[in-house]
Protein backbone atom coordinates (compact mmCIF):
# COMPACT_ATOMS: atom_id res chain seq x y z
CA UNK A 1 0.00 0.00 0.00
CA UNK A 2 2.92 2.27 0.70
CA UNK A 3 4.45 1.63 -2.66
CA UNK A 4 1.09 2.40 -3.93
CA UNK A 5 0.70 5.28 -2.48
CA UNK A 6 4.62 6.49 -3.21
CA UNK A 7 4.08 5.97 -7.00
CA UNK A 8 0.39 7.83 -7.21
CA UNK A 9 1.83 11.19 -4.99
CA UNK A 10 5.16 10.71 -7.97
CA UNK A 11 2.70 10.98 -10.72
CA UNK A 12 0.80 13.66 -9.07
CA UNK A 13 4.81 15.86 -8.60
CA UNK A 14 5.56 14.90 -12.45
CA UNK A 15 2.48 16.59 -13.39
CA UNK A 16 2.96 19.75 -11.23
CA UNK A 17 6.94 20.02 -12.77
CA UNK A 18 5.15 19.28 -16.72
CA UNK A 19 2.61 22.68 -16.06
CA UNK A 20 5.31 24.77 -14.49
CA UNK A 21 8.46 23.92 -16.69
CA UNK A 22 5.90 24.43 -19.73
CA UNK A 23 4.68 27.62 -18.97
CA UNK A 24 7.84 29.11 -18.12
CA UNK A 25 6.22 30.55 -14.68
CA UNK A 26 8.79 31.98 -12.05
CA UNK A 27 6.84 30.19 -9.39
CA UNK A 28 3.54 28.58 -7.81
CA UNK A 29 0.39 30.27 -5.63
CA UNK A 30 -1.62 28.41 -3.57
CA UNK A 31 -4.33 29.72 -1.18
CA UNK A 32 -4.00 27.89 1.65
CA UNK A 33 -6.87 27.91 4.06
CA UNK A 34 -6.21 25.24 7.45
CA UNK A 35 -8.05 22.60 5.46
CA UNK A 36 -6.85 19.12 4.03
CA UNK A 37 -7.41 19.97 0.37
CA UNK A 38 -4.78 23.07 0.33
CA UNK A 39 -2.31 21.35 2.71
CA UNK A 40 -1.85 18.51 0.62
CA UNK A 41 -1.80 20.31 -2.62
CA UNK A 42 0.93 22.66 -1.19
CA UNK A 43 2.74 19.81 -0.61
CA UNK A 44 2.83 18.35 -3.44
CA UNK A 45 3.84 21.67 -5.06
CA UNK A 46 6.73 21.80 -2.43
CA UNK A 47 7.81 18.18 -3.82
CA UNK A 48 7.34 19.28 -6.90
CA UNK A 49 8.96 22.45 -7.64
CA UNK A 50 10.81 22.99 -4.38
CA UNK A 51 9.22 25.11 -1.58
CA UNK A 52 11.26 28.22 -2.34
CA UNK A 53 9.27 28.56 -5.40
CA UNK A 54 5.91 28.31 -3.98
CA UNK A 55 4.09 30.90 -2.19
CA UNK A 56 0.56 29.86 0.66
CA UNK A 57 -1.39 32.91 0.70
CA UNK A 58 -4.28 33.01 3.27
CA UNK A 59 -7.09 34.81 2.50
CA UNK A 60 -9.46 35.36 5.90
CA UNK A 61 -12.60 37.95 6.48
CA UNK A 62 -13.77 38.36 9.95
CA UNK A 63 -16.13 35.04 9.68
CA UNK A 64 -12.77 33.04 9.53
CA UNK A 65 -11.65 30.49 12.38
CA UNK A 66 -8.11 32.04 13.89
CA UNK A 67 -7.23 28.28 14.18
CA UNK A 68 -7.31 27.67 10.30
CA UNK A 69 -4.99 30.43 9.80
CA UNK A 70 -2.81 28.83 12.77
CA UNK A 71 -3.00 25.76 11.33
CA UNK A 72 -2.04 27.52 7.74
CA UNK A 73 0.91 28.96 9.11
CA UNK A 74 2.25 26.19 10.89
CA UNK A 75 1.83 23.95 7.45
CA UNK A 76 3.64 26.42 5.20
CA UNK A 77 7.00 27.40 8.36
CA UNK A 78 6.65 23.21 8.12
CA UNK A 79 7.09 22.72 4.46
CA UNK A 80 9.75 25.51 3.99
CA UNK A 81 7.66 27.31 1.93
CA UNK A 82 6.57 31.13 2.42
CA UNK A 83 3.39 32.55 3.88
CA UNK A 84 1.44 35.63 3.19
CA UNK A 85 -2.50 36.75 4.40
CA UNK A 86 -4.17 38.98 2.39
CA UNK A 87 -7.83 40.17 4.97
CA UNK A 88 -10.34 40.23 2.15
CA UNK A 89 -13.00 42.13 4.26
CA UNK A 90 -12.26 45.32 2.43
CA UNK A 91 -13.26 43.76 -0.93
CA UNK A 92 -16.36 42.68 0.52
CA UNK A 93 -17.50 46.23 1.74
CA UNK A 94 -16.72 47.43 -1.79
CA UNK A 95 -19.05 44.99 -3.40
CA UNK A 96 -21.68 45.67 -0.32
CA UNK A 97 -21.69 49.23 -2.26
CA UNK A 98 -23.26 47.59 -5.04
CA UNK A 99 -27.03 49.23 -6.20
CA UNK A 100 -29.10 46.68 -4.64
CA UNK A 101 -26.94 44.31 -2.49
CA UNK A 102 -28.39 41.57 -0.60
CA UNK A 103 -26.72 39.69 1.66
CA UNK A 104 -27.18 35.93 2.14
CA UNK A 105 -24.86 32.73 2.95
CA UNK A 106 -25.27 31.35 -0.61
CA UNK A 107 -24.96 34.87 -2.47
CA UNK A 108 -22.08 35.55 0.01
CA UNK A 109 -19.86 32.99 0.26
CA UNK A 110 -19.92 32.30 -3.88
CA UNK A 111 -18.53 36.23 -4.02
CA UNK A 112 -16.09 35.39 -1.26
CA UNK A 113 -14.69 32.63 -3.27
CA UNK A 114 -14.48 34.40 -6.61
CA UNK A 115 -12.28 37.15 -4.40
CA UNK A 116 -10.10 34.96 -3.03
CA UNK A 117 -9.33 33.40 -6.43
CA UNK A 118 -9.31 36.83 -8.45
CA UNK A 119 -6.71 38.14 -5.24
CA UNK A 120 -4.77 34.64 -6.10
CA UNK A 121 -4.97 35.60 -10.02
CA UNK A 122 -3.67 38.76 -8.97
CA UNK A 123 -0.20 37.89 -7.51
CA UNK A 124 -0.26 35.13 -9.90
CA UNK A 125 0.08 37.80 -12.64
CA UNK A 126 2.32 40.62 -11.09
CA UNK A 127 4.73 37.78 -10.10
CA UNK A 128 4.59 35.20 -12.70
CA UNK A 129 3.40 32.29 -10.88
CA UNK A 130 0.45 29.59 -11.66
CA UNK A 131 -2.42 29.40 -9.51
CA UNK A 132 -2.60 25.65 -7.81
CA UNK A 133 -5.85 24.22 -7.71
CA UNK A 134 -7.59 22.59 -4.01
CA UNK A 135 -10.36 20.97 -5.31
CA UNK A 136 -11.18 17.34 -4.90
CA UNK A 137 -12.53 14.56 -7.07
CA UNK A 138 -15.65 14.47 -4.38
CA UNK A 139 -16.32 18.23 -4.19
CA UNK A 140 -15.80 18.53 -8.06
CA UNK A 141 -18.27 15.31 -8.80
CA UNK A 142 -20.91 16.77 -6.66
CA UNK A 143 -20.02 20.40 -8.21
CA UNK A 144 -19.84 21.56 -4.50
CA UNK A 145 -17.48 24.60 -5.17
CA UNK A 146 -18.08 27.67 -7.21
CA UNK A 147 -17.86 28.54 -10.96
CA UNK A 148 -14.65 30.70 -10.94
CA UNK A 149 -13.96 30.96 -7.91
CA UNK A 150 -11.94 28.22 -6.25
CA UNK A 151 -12.75 25.20 -9.22
CA UNK A 152 -10.53 28.09 -10.60
CA UNK A 153 -6.76 27.04 -11.41
CA UNK A 154 -4.07 26.95 -13.93
CA UNK A 155 -3.39 23.30 -12.54
CA UNK A 156 -5.60 20.30 -10.25
CA UNK A 157 -3.17 18.37 -8.20
CA UNK A 158 -6.13 16.69 -6.26
CA UNK A 159 -9.06 16.53 -8.80
CA UNK A 160 -8.77 13.12 -9.19
CA UNK A 161 -8.53 11.81 -5.31
CA UNK A 162 -11.47 11.63 -3.57
CA UNK A 163 -11.75 12.96 -0.01
CA UNK A 164 -11.03 9.54 1.54
CA UNK A 165 -8.11 9.51 -0.84
CA UNK A 166 -7.10 13.03 0.16
CA UNK A 167 -6.98 11.92 3.84
CA UNK A 168 -5.00 9.03 2.86
CA UNK A 169 -2.42 10.56 1.20
CA UNK A 170 -2.18 13.41 3.89
CA UNK A 171 -1.45 10.65 6.40
CA UNK A 172 1.63 9.71 4.02
CA UNK A 173 2.56 13.22 3.28
CA UNK A 174 2.60 13.95 7.43
CA UNK A 175 0.54 17.25 7.23
CA UNK A 176 0.22 18.52 10.71
CA UNK A 177 -2.59 16.40 12.33
CA UNK A 178 -4.82 19.44 13.76
CA UNK A 179 -5.40 19.79 9.73
CA UNK A 180 -6.35 16.06 9.56
CA UNK A 181 -8.37 16.07 12.56
CA UNK A 182 -10.82 18.87 11.89
CA UNK A 183 -14.17 18.89 10.47
CA UNK A 184 -13.66 20.26 6.92
CA UNK A 185 -15.33 23.37 5.76
CA UNK A 186 -15.54 25.93 3.60
CA UNK A 187 -15.09 28.24 6.24
CA UNK A 188 -17.88 31.02 4.33
CA UNK A 189 -19.96 31.20 7.60
CA UNK A 190 -19.60 30.88 11.29
CA UNK A 191 -20.50 27.18 12.03
CA UNK A 192 -20.26 26.25 8.27
CA UNK A 193 -19.34 22.84 7.79
CA UNK A 194 -19.44 20.51 4.09
CA UNK A 195 -20.82 17.69 5.48
CA UNK A 196 -23.35 19.59 6.89
CA UNK A 197 -24.15 21.52 4.54
CA UNK A 198 -24.21 18.54 1.86
CA UNK A 199 -26.05 16.55 4.42
CA UNK A 200 -23.73 13.62 3.90
CA UNK A 201 -20.50 12.58 5.44
CA UNK A 202 -17.50 12.23 2.79
CA UNK A 203 -17.33 8.69 3.38
CA UNK A 204 -20.47 7.97 2.28
CA UNK A 205 -20.50 10.58 -0.60
CA UNK A 206 -17.52 8.74 -1.81
CA UNK A 207 -18.53 5.39 -1.48
CA UNK A 208 -22.22 6.67 -3.02
CA UNK A 209 -19.62 8.08 -5.90
CA UNK A 210 -17.93 4.99 -6.79
CA UNK A 211 -21.02 3.07 -6.82
CA UNK A 212 -22.84 5.22 -9.24
CA UNK A 213 -19.52 4.92 -11.70
CA UNK A 214 -19.94 1.00 -10.81
CA UNK A 215 -23.26 1.02 -11.88
CA UNK A 216 -24.21 3.33 -15.06
CA UNK A 217 -25.01 6.08 -12.58
CA UNK A 218 -27.89 4.66 -11.86
CA UNK A 219 -29.29 4.87 -7.43
CA UNK A 220 -29.76 1.74 -5.85
CA UNK A 221 -30.36 3.69 -2.24
CA UNK A 222 -31.22 6.85 -0.77
CA UNK A 223 -27.46 8.31 0.23
CA UNK A 224 -26.95 7.38 -3.51
CA UNK A 225 -30.08 9.18 -5.09
CA UNK A 226 -29.01 12.25 -3.03
CA UNK A 227 -25.68 12.29 -4.38
CA UNK A 228 -27.10 11.91 -8.08
CA UNK A 229 -29.27 14.52 -7.48
CA UNK A 230 -26.23 16.76 -7.14
CA UNK A 231 -24.18 15.61 -9.45
CA UNK A 232 -26.89 16.06 -12.12
CA UNK A 233 -27.86 19.27 -11.00
CA UNK A 234 -24.30 21.02 -11.00
CA UNK A 235 -23.04 18.89 -14.05
CA UNK A 236 -22.66 22.57 -15.43
CA UNK A 237 -19.58 23.32 -13.18
CA UNK A 238 -17.61 20.24 -14.71
CA UNK A 239 -18.50 21.55 -18.06
CA UNK A 240 -17.03 23.94 -20.73
CA UNK A 241 -19.35 26.83 -21.23
CA UNK A 242 -21.59 26.28 -24.40
CA UNK A 243 -20.35 27.53 -27.78
CA UNK A 244 -20.79 27.35 -31.56
CA UNK A 245 -16.68 26.83 -31.94
CA UNK A 246 -15.94 25.01 -34.65
CA UNK A 247 -19.72 25.05 -36.11
Not at 217 to 241: I, M, Q, T
Request: proline letters at 6%; charged letters at 20%; glycine letters at 10%.
Amino acid sequence: MAQELGCRMGQVEQMIRYAYWNSGGKGIIIGVSGGVDSALAAAFCCRAVGPENVLGLSLPTSVSNPQDLDDAKELCAGLGMEHRVVPIDPMLAAFKTLPGFTETPYLLGNLMARIRMTTLYYYANRDHRLVCGTSNRSEFMLGYCTKYGDNAADFQPIVHLYKTDVYEMAHEAKIPEPILSKKPSAGLWEGQSDEGEIGLSYPDIDAALKALEAHGWKAANPAEEKVLARVRKNAHKRLPAPNLLGT
